[in-house]
T-cell receptor, first 114, second 115 residues
C-alpha cells in the first residue's frame, strides 16, 4: 500500500480564480491519477500523470483547465483554473504501486467555488 | 468498452443482518475487479480485489466478494452488518494491464445500517 497526503484538505474559492492541489506519496510510484467526485456522484478520472512526461487527459478534460505537474516520483499537483461553481467537487489523487492496478487514494480536497 | 453497474443506489439493513451489494461488470478481457469504501469526508479505502486467482476473495472488515464469470458479477457480502459499516461503496474494474491500468467506477451504493 501507500500513504498519500493532499493539500489543502478543503478550500472555498471565488469564481475566476485558480487553485493548486498537492499530492504527496510516501514511496516512489510510476503512475499517479487525478479524479473528480462531484457532489453525490462517483469518481471520474481526469488524467494520468507519469513522471517525466505530459499527463494524459480523459475525454472532457483539457490541459488548459486542469494543468498537472509531476516533477518526481513522489509528488504531483493539479491546478483547477478559472474556476466556476460547476468545479465544486472533491478532487482525489491516487497511486498504483503494484501489478494488479489497485489504486490507493489520498483523503481528497473538497473544493467549493462561489 | 469496460463498464460497471451497481444495482441499488441505496441499501438499508438492520444491524446484524446480511449485507449484499451488487456489482455487474462488462469487460472484453479478463478483468481485475475492486471494491472500495468511502466513509463521510474521507478518501477511498480498498476493501478487496479480484486478480484472477481465487474466485472468492476475502477483504478487510469481514467483507468478501465472489467473482462469477458466467454472471459477470462481483457482489460484495458481509454476514453481519455493524453500525460502522455505514458508508458509500464503489465497485471498480480495471481497463488495462500491468502499469497502464485505469479504473472505471460504478455509481456507488450507500449502505445504511439501522440499529
Amino acid at each position: 500500500s501507500a500513504v498519500i497526503s493532499q493539500k489543502p484538505s478543503r478550500d472555498i474559492c471565488q469564481r475566476g480564480t485558480s487553485l493548486t492541489i498537492q499530492c504527496q506519496v510516501d514511496s516512489q510510484v510510476t503512475m499517479m491519477f487525478w479524479y473528480r467526485q462531484q457532489p453525490g456522484q462517483s469518481l471520474t478520472l481526469i488524467a494520468t500523470a507519469n513522471q517525466g512526461s505530459e499527463a494524459t487527459y480523459e475525454s472532457g478534460f483539457v490541459i488548459d483547465k486542469f494543468p498537472i505537474s509531476r516533477p518526481n516520483l513522489t509528488f504531483s499537483t493539479l491546478t483547477v483554473s478559472n474556476m466556476s461553481p460547476e468545479d465544486s467537487s472533491i478532487y482525489l489523487c491516487s497511486v498504483e504501486p503494484g501489478p494488479y492496478n489497485e489504486q490507493f487514494f489520498g483523503p481528497g480536497t473538497r473544493l467549493t467555488v462561489l | 468498452a469496460q463498464s460497471v453497474t451497481q444495482l441499488g443506489s441505496h441499501v438499508s439493513v438492520s444491524e446484524g443482518a446480511l449485507v449484499l451489494l451488487r456489482c455487474n461488470y462488462s469487460s472484453s478481457v479478463p478483468p481485475y475487479l475492486f471494491w472500495y469504501v468511502q466513509y463521510p469526508n474521507q478518501g477511498l479505502q480498498l476493501l478487496l480485489k479480484y486478480t484472477s486467482a481465487a474466485t472468492l476473495v476475502k477483504g478487510i472488515n469481514g467483507f468478501e466478494a465472489e467473482f462469477k464469470k458466467s454472471e459477470t458479477s462481483f457482489h460484495l457480502t458481509k454476514p453481519s452488518a455493524h453500525m460502522s459499516d455505514a458508508a458509500e461503496y464503489f465497485c471498480a474494474v480495471s481497463v488495462g494491464s500491468g502499469n497502464t491500468g485505469k479504473l472505471i467506477f460504478g455509481q456507488g451504493t450507500t449502505l445504511q445500517v439501522k440499529p
